[in-house]
């Protein structure tokens, strides 16, 4: 602890907040690497990057790996096409962890056109016996590639940020460094190399002796997530290691997640309630669900539907939502949700990474709980990860454990990293509760702003309190809609905090999210409450009293601007 109570630790940010260069990664201490945000300092560096224009992806250094190939894993995919000797600047690599995700994305390129004749190929690194150390660790060097006409690069990167199955930025530092001991193998036999160096089996290499040391956070990161998501109500079961999952992110959960309901119950219907994140929409439909059926408002009036839809025989398998939802802070009726599932026998999904399991006791009312753990849980903003949590008590508990079960898919040094970055957060998470809480009187009483949405005013309040800890609060995140979206940019560019993509980091963070995350369909999700003006803020552990002072200044700006 620190002097003034507070914990003291590389990852904690200035005590006042501030707004970093454009393309340098959102991440304390400022030059450490792995970041997952990138400083978007104004708003039109957010449009540049949602449009790929050169000034910005030009200053890049680091970004949030889904939507971006970061440089470790650029360097990878270059080496790779050099071992393989393609020179041919027209062919593109990408590179996966599980050979699956590498052959679903060469399907997914295969139904799309491309001008060039080159056909997807798909490469195989494997550590051959002769370098094989005899331990488990050494497979992680495995991994997959595939290669393609670089005109398909659009669509390779959509099922990268839909799927969440890259490798990440750690994971391939490491392969770069044991690709030269890897044997390539593929259909193509002009791509099947042998190893180009035999290791040498006196010593253990100093990152193997690595990976052997963090993978013994495993059950300890599994027992922790278990902890925090057993229920306080008397007589709820307590969660145990085995029904948590982890996976190298969250999309990846939720990607997961669908694709293994559909498994259980081939050409179901799915529905998608409220307002859910772009791309979770994005990786349920890459599924063969019969249907998407969606309901954006996330109303009474939508669940009334529903169940008449339901009542009159109509069947869905599972039920897809938020709680709260990501930009409108709203709260689904998750005890109607439940009844619903259990009369009509449905798998209920929720997505708590808004608010999380410190602040929110909502698994007894779902059967699988998604979490992006890249978020609040981490705070650190340099590791990606996401969990599935199953219900104990759901009735579906047994089949979703089994079909669930899978071998370990993150890379122990990411998983590792979330696992050292989750302690405290506790203390993290009210803090940031606490500092969340005076912005919303300032923000709402201010005549330039229409609404402010945050769960604690929301009119949802109630169905978020019904699942509210007794000791939890109603999270750090809220969202500003101003009247004229020119004042709008002119508070973003005004706002001295770190600005860019991510949220639930230990330092306050602002965007505007429909011009990061709903750029082409701007005009299209206003209805939704989601209007192209809309700013997201999530709240840090900053001092409280200069995170007011730096949005109070932001707010005279607007004042002096409507002055003039």
């Not at 590389?10 to 959102?26: D, E």
């Not at 540049?48 to 894993?73: A, H, M, Q, T």
């Not at 180009?196 to 956070?217: G, N, V, W, Y």
Request: proline share 6%; aromatic share 10%.
């Amino acid at each position: 602890m620190g002097d003034n109570g507070t914990i003291s630790e590389p990852w904690m940010p200035a005590r006042t907040p501030k707004t970093f260069p454009l393309g340098k990664g959102n991440i304390y201490p400022l030059e450490a690497p792995h970041a997952v945000s990138v400083s978007l300092p104004t708003w039109d560096s957010v449009i540049g990057l949602s449009r790929k224009e050169k000034w910005v992806l030009d200053d890049l250094e680091w970004s949030y790996p889904r939507f971006y190939i970061n440089k470790p894993v650029r360097d990878l995919c270059a080496a790779i096409l050099s071992r393989l000797h393609i020179i041919d600047s027209t062919i593109s690599c990408m590179a996966f962890l599980s050979p699956t995700a590498a052959h679903k994305c060469i399907a997914a390129l295969k139904t799309k056109p491309s001008e060039n004749a080159f056909t997807t190929e798909i490469v195989r690194f494997v550590m051959p016996l002769e370098s094989n150390l005899g331990d488990a660790s050494t497979h992680w060097a495995n991994f997959t590639a595939i290669l393609f006409p670089s005109d398909q690069l659009k669509d390779a990167m959509a099922f990268w940020r839909d799927t969440g199955s890259g490798l990440s930025t750690r994971h391939a530092e490491f392969c770069l460094e044991e690709l030269d001991y890897l044997d390539s193998d593929s259909p193509n036999q002009s791509f099947k190399t042998p190893a180009p160096r035999k290791r040498c089996r006196d010593s253990i290499p100093e990152s193997l002796a690595q990976i052997q040391a963090a993978t013994a956070s495993t059950h300890g990161l599994k027992s922790f997530l278990a902890e925090l998501a057993t229920s306080d109500h008397p007589g709820q079961p307590t969660v145990t290691p085995d029904d948590v999952f982890l996976y190298s992110t969250g999309m990846n959960a939720i990607y997961t997640l669908s694709e293994t309901l559909l498994s259980l119950e081939h050409g179901s219907k799915s529905v998608m309630y409220g307002w859910l994140y772009p791309e979770t929409i994005e990786a349920i439909r890459r599924g063969a669900w019969q249907e998407c059926l969606s309901y954006k408002y996330g109303t009474e009036d939508d669940l009334d539907k529903l169940e008449d839809m339901l009542r009159c025989g109509q069947r869905i398998h599972a039920f897809f939502c938020e709680l709260p939802s990501n930009i409108t802070l709203y709260s689904p009726n998750l005890h109607r949700i439940r009844a619903l599932a259990d009369k009509y026998d449905f798998i209920v999904a929720c997505d708590d990474t808004v608010a999380g399991y410190v602040n929110i006791d909502a698994l007894p009312y779902v059967d699988i709980m998604m979490s992006s753990l890249t978020k609040t849980f981490s705070g650190a903003s340099n590791v990606t990860g996401g969990s599935l949590i199953i219900n104990p008590s759901s009735k579906h508990h047994s089949k979703l454990r089994a079909a669930l079960s899978h071998k370990p898919i993150y890379f122990p040094l990411d998983l590792h990293t979330l696992y050292q970055n989750s302690k405290h957060i506790h203390w993290r998470v009210r803090k940031c509760n606490a500092n969340t809480l005076p912005l919303i009187p300032l923000s709402a009483s201010h005549p330039a702003i229409a609404a402010v949405n945050h769960p604690s005013i929301a009119p949802t309040r109630p169905l978020y309190e019904f699942v509210m800890r007794k000791d939890g609060g109603y999270g750090n995140v809220l969202s500003i809609v101003f009247r004229d979206p020119k004042v709008a940019e002119h508070f973003y560019n005004a706002l001295d905090v770190c600005k860019g993509s991510s949220f639930g980091t230990n330092f306050t963070l602002a965007i505007p999210y429909v011009q990061l995350a709903c750029y082409w369909n701007q005009d299209k999700v206003a209805e939704y409450g989601v209007p192209r003006h809309i700013i997201r803020v999530s709240v840090g552990l900053e001092d409280e009293g200069e995170i007011l002072a730096v949005f109070k200044k932001a707010l005279e700006s607007v004042d002096e601007l409507e002055l003039h």
